[in-house]
């Protein structure tokens, strides 16, 4: 690995462990799963419009609080080269193609609105 390689991986490593610590924070808990995985209850990538609205419907559930942070950590361990890279391969976890074809960020000709979605704010936090 090269040196820019080994900052990278470090950095994102970081990022994880910062992402857990806010969980943390924010939670109230006082332990942290060292290596994060994907609530039992859900399967990803969504394919259909409702199997997004299921999500969306147990997202915006007081209920799955601690597994929504969870899953936002487990999100946060997806890497990428850049935000944007990251950002995309995040997205591309959750959402399968067949679905994204079918949303827009505003919803425009017929689509399904992104910005208003729980998803978004998963993705952001998890990025950040």
């Excluded at 950095?11 to 910062?18: D, E, I, N, R, S």
């Excluded at 942290?32 to 609530?39: R, Y």
């Excluded at 209850?41 to 799955?64: M, Q, S, V």
């Amino acid at each position: 690995m090269t040196m820019m390689e080994n900052i990278k991986q470090h950095q994102l490593q970081l990022a994880v462990t910062l992402n857990n610590v806010l969980i943390l924070l924010q939670s109230g808990s006082r332990t942290v799963d060292p290596s994060p995985e994907l609530p039992e209850d859900i399967a990803l990538p969504r394919k259909e419009i409702n199997e997004l609205d299921h999500f969306e419907e147990w997202l915006r559930n007081p209920e799955h609080k601690n597994s929504k942070h969870q899953m936002i950590s487990f999100l946060a361990t997806i890497g990428g080269s850049d935000c944007r890279e990251t950002v995309w391969n995040i997205l591309n976890k959750v959402i399968h193609n067949e679905l994204a074809n079918k949303i827009n960020w505003k919803g425009v000709n017929g689509k399904r609105t992104f910005r208003k979605l729980s998803t978004k704010s998963i993705i952001i936090r998890a990025v950040r």
